[in-house]
């Protein structure tokens, strides 16, 4: 048991589509009472509202209208006490459980894909960090976001293990989806993610890898306090 405070600093953790770095980023900002931020979600946030905006029809991104839109959008993450975390919103609207469905997955690496919607994300990421006592997922939070972070994570799993869990975490909320096409989508996601021209996905050299195709949040919570305590206590 850990009787001294935790020092503020910054834990950028990124790796590949659904292995569980949201989960357990959320973990490790309770543990230590840091804040949380889920970069995907703002990602994801983006999309929604592109495809809302009619800036993404029948899968076709029409870039520069996406770009033309970013102005307009304003993302804010609110606590939820009844979730235990934090809510997304956009423009004042909550759409934590519209940014996680199939259509906005399928279109997501696209977005993603475009400068201006990461220069925009990436200010809006920094400043969040300003802070500091942070745990941030993403996917180039220890390369590009925060490339001074003190600690950074780089989670992998067994994609079959990935899409497993995502089409659980789905099913369980009533989504007709089929376990091919999650699986599709995960594999689809980490080439387009790790080939983009800007920002790709790739491990940062002073990062350490875990990767937890078989290991329960709490096994990974042992061995990151184990692994990292003398930099987050500062012994
Ligand atoms: O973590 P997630 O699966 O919810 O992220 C959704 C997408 O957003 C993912 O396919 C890649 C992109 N993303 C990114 O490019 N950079 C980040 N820091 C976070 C997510």
Redesign the pocket.
């Known amino acids: 048991m850990e009787c001294s405070k935790p020092k503020k600093i910054i834990i950028a953790v990124?790796g590949f589509?659904?292995c569980g770095?949201?989960t357990f980023a959320k973990a490790i900002a309770a543990r230590l009472g840091f804040i949380f931020i889920?970069?995907?979600?703002?990602?994801?946030a983006v999309t929604l509202y592109a495809l809302d905006h009619g800036a993404i029809r029948s899968g076709i991104v029409e870039e520069e209208k996406v770009i033309r839109l970013l102005d307009e959008i304003s993302i804010a993450f609110r606590f939820n006490p009844e979730r235990g975390a934090s809510d997304i919103y956009v423009n004042g609207d909550r759409v934590e459980e519209r940014i996680r469905t199939i259509e906005v997955?399928n279109c997501?690496?696209r977005?993603?894909?475009i400068r201006e919607v990461?220069e925009k994300?990436v200010a809006m990421?920094q400043e969040m960090g300003r802070q500091r006592g942070i745990v941030m997922?993403?996917?180039?939070?220890g390369t590009v976001?925060f490339p001074d972070a003190e600690i950074k994570l780089f989670m992998t799993a067994d994609p079959a293990v990935r899409a497993r869990r995502r089409y659980d975490e789905l099913r369980a909320k009533g989504d007709n989806v089929s376990l091919q096409e999650i699986e599709e989508n995960v594999i689809a996601?980490d080439k387009?993610?790790m080939t983009?021209k800007i920002?790709p996905?790739r491990q940062a050299e002073d990062a350490v890898v875990l990767d937890n195709s078989h290991m329960t949040v709490e096994q990974q919570m042992a061995w990151f306090m184990e692994h990292f305590k003398g930099i987050i206590y500062g012994e």
């Open positions: 990124d589509s659904s770095k949201s889920d970069t995907g979600a703002m990602y994801r997955s997501v690496s977005i993603s894909s990461r994300l990421q997922d993403g996917r180039d939070i976001v996601r387009a993610d983009r920002s996905l």
